[in-house]
């Protein structure tokens, strides 16, 4: 679980906030605007610190996906890949040989980061996260994610039973990949076991 106490941002997108989120599920982020679900993005993965309370985990999640944060634009894509792999002390060999192996996407791992088209980088990004070992994975504005490349995620997540925390503004697309949800609304927000309770509430 991720315990939220009395957590105030800055910006103030949330204040006082606190509940528990499940780190082992796929849970929606649902309300608040984009500015607010990012916030609360960037508090999972650590980008942020709360200007007031804590943030409690012992689980490790990965950087926001899809978001544009993975990549460094000077480098290729397999040097990325590169890259990753001795940030995490994996052998850079294997992990480029599993990214390859996907044919989820059709993407030049030989080009520079900086000259692919935004939505390519964001694929081959989401995908070399997935493989890499996150008990939760974070994603921005799944709306925009390519669908080839959700696929090919959720397979992947699910068979290694890691959770998913997304941010999403339509409720209805979101019911795909989620089976709970925390809502935004004003400067609170609230966990939802269900789905449904989540959008019923949300409205």
């Known amino acids: 679980m991720i315990?939220?106490?009395?957590?105030?941002?800055?910006?103030a997108m949330l204040r006082d906030a606190t509940l528990s989120?499940?780190?082992?599920?796929?849970?929606?982020?649902?309300?608040?605007?984009?500015?607010?679900?990012m916030a609360v993005l960037r508090l999972l993965s650590g980008r942020e610190r709360p200007a007031r309370g804590a943030v409690l985990t012992d689980k490790k999640f990965s950087i926001i996906g899809n978001a544009g944060s993975y990549f460094h634009p000077?480098?290729?894509?397999?040097?990325?890949?590169?890259?990753?792999?001795?940030?995490?002390?994996?052998?850079?060999?294997?992990?480029?040989?599993?990214?390859?192996?996907?044919?989820?996407?059709?993407?030049?791992?030989?080009?520079?980061a900086s000259r692919l088209p935004g939505k390519r980088r964001r694929s081959m990004e989401m995908l070399l996260a997935a493989l890499l070992p996150y008990d939760c994975y974070l994603l921005d504005d799944i709306e925009h994610a390519p669908s080839e490349c959700l696929e090919a995620l959720m397979q992947i997540l699910g068979a290694r039973r890691?959770?998913?925390?997304?941010?999403?503004?339509?409720?209805?697309?979101?019911?795909?990949?989620?089976?709970?949800?925390?809502?935004?609304?004003g400067t609170t927000?609230?966990?939802?076991?269900?789905?449904?309770?989540?959008?019923a509430f949300h409205g």
């Open 21 to 37: 989120l499940p780190a082992n599920r796929r849970c929606a982020l649902l309300g608040g605007g984009a500015g607010a679900r």
């Open 189 to 199: 927000m609230q966990m939802f076991e269900e789905f449904d309770g989540a959008v």
């Open 74 to 112: 000077g480098l290729t894509g397999l040097e990325n890949i590169t890259l990753c792999a001795r940030c995490f002390g994996i052998d850079a060999e294997a992990l480029t040989r599993l990214v390859l192996g996907f044919d989820a996407i059709d993407a030049d791992w030989t080009a520079l």
């Open 162 to 185: 890691a959770g998913l925390i997304f941010a999403a503004q339509n409720a209805k697309f979101a019911r795909h990949f989620a089976d709970c949800a925390s809502v935004i609304q």
């Open 3 to 11: 315990h939220f106490v009395d957590v105030t941002s800055e910006p």
